[in-house]
Nanobody, 120 residues
Framework: HVQLVESGGGSVQAGESLRLSCAVSGYLLSNSDYLLAWFRQAPGKEREGVAAIDSDGRTDYVASVKGRFTISRDNAKNTLYLQMNSLKPEDTGMYYC?????????????WGQGTQVTVS
């Protein structure tokens, strides 16, 4: 039974940083080829892919966060991270981690419950 649990969201001022974590259970990241990704959804908008990482550490980002966000994974802790720097009000939304999909496309099989990020 795969479970993803996000944490680390909060309310910050523009220009500040947050680090999101996603604890994965039900399988070992070190033994899997599943891609991992972060998505976000702002009120009234569709969910969009923010960043993704494969088992070899290759990454992809949506253009609006390149140079500000960094996705990473710690296989020893079975955890996915999203370091978000220089946050902007337009980064506000519910952030979800996802497993077993294809890069920034939304058809992932496993999803967390989300963590709220508010930038003012």
């Amino acid at each position: 039974h795969v479970q993803l649990v996000e944490s680390g969201g909060g309310s910050v001022q523009a220009g500040e940083s947050l680090r999101l974590s996603c604890a994965v259970s039900g399988y070992l990241l070190s033994n899997s080829d599943y891609l991992l990704a972060w998505f976000r959804q702002a009120p009234g908008k569709e969910r969009e892919g923010v960043a993704a990482i494969d088992s070899d550490g290759r990454t992809d980002y949506v253009a609006s966060v390149k140079g500000r966000f960094t996705i990473s994974r710690d296989n020893a802790k079975n955890t996915l991270y999203l370091q978000m720097n220089s946050l902007k009000p337009e980064d506000t939304g519910m952030y979800y981690c996802a497993s077993d999909g294809w890069w920034l496309l939304p058809e992932y099989n496993y999803w967390g419950q989300g963590t709220q990020v508010t930038v003012s």
